[in-house]
T-cell receptor, first 115, second 113 residues
Framework: DAGVIQSPRHEVTEMGQEVTLRCKPISGHNSLFWYRQTMMRGLELLIYFNNNVPIDDSGMPEDRFSAKMPNASFSTLKIQPSEPRDSAVYFC?????????????FGSGTRLTVV | GENVEQHPSTLSVQEGDSAVIKCTYSDSASNYFPWYKQELGKRPQLIIDIRSNVGEKKDQRIAVTLNKTAKHFSLHITETQPEDSAVYFCAAIASGGSYIPTFGRGTSLIVHP
């Protein structure tokens, strides 16, 4: 398995532009998480999907952020309009959660810079 | 909800010394405790984990201990090497619940040659 795949690896955009981050979870994993990592705040959970359904989006900073998971193999995190304070590394992670097994894997992240 | 505290935030040791990172958790339902290592510019990667039915687990130079009564768990690295330098995160998960890991804030370990 190629692991959790995120794209792009790096994104530089101007303030006000729309940014879309993409994630392909590990095949067979039933949960997907989006995190934001900054020096100041550490790892922040933004949103969590289970079986493609958003379960908890309380970590989404504001309405400029939205996330979708149209199927089990793809998710997007969109920021519109982007602001300089959104600059961070965004990680996607997926997991298989059952009563007896747990596996949690991060993607390589997208480093977003908003200028 | 769960709250995980991790200490210290920064740890500096000489090569060959031992390093210990400690975490406490609040939710007694948490029963799975993974540790992640994040090297500079890379993703967090699982290095060791422990379940609540075990008190200690070892894998070569790293070990994790768990005290369920006190709700704390620790990562021990012996004979540290410069390549151990990274940020280490602990996490707590209630596998019978939502399976959402709660992460500590991370410890930046620096091993001086």
């Amino acid at each position: 398995d190629a692991g959790v795949i995120q794209s792009p690896r790096h994104e530089v955009t101007e303030m006000g532009q729309e940014v879309t981050l993409r994630c392909k979870p590990i095949s067979g994993h039933n949960s997907l998480f989006w995190y934001r990592q900054t020096m100041m705040r550490g790892l922040e959970l933004l949103i969590y999907f289970n079986n493609n359904v958003p379960i908890d989006d309380s970590g989404m900073p504001e309405d400029r952020f939205s996330a979708k998971m149209p199927n089990a193999s793809f998710s997007t995190l969109k920021i519109q309009p982007s602001e300089p304070r959104d600059s961070a590394v965004y990680f996607c992670a997926s997991s298989l959660s059952t009563g007896t097994e747990y596996g949690y894997t991060f993607g390589s992240g997208t480093r977003l810079t908003v200028v | 909800g769960e709250n995980v505290e991790q200490h210290p935030s920064t740890l500096s040791v000489q090569e060959g010394d031992s390093a210990v990172i400690k975490c406490t958790y609040s939710d007694s339902a948490s029963n799975y405790f993974p540790w992640y290592k994040q090297e500079l510019g890379k993703r967090p990667q699982l290095i060791i984990d422990i379940r609540s039915n075990v008190g200690e687990k070892k894998d070569q130079r790293i070990a994790v201990t768990l005290n369920k009564t006190a709700k704390h768990f620790s990562l021990h690295i012996t004979e540290t090497q410069p390549e151990d330098s990274a940020v280490y995160f602990c996490a707590a998960i209630a596998s019978g619940g939502s399976y959402i890991p709660t992460f500590g804030r991370g410890t930046s370990l620096i091993v001086h040659p």
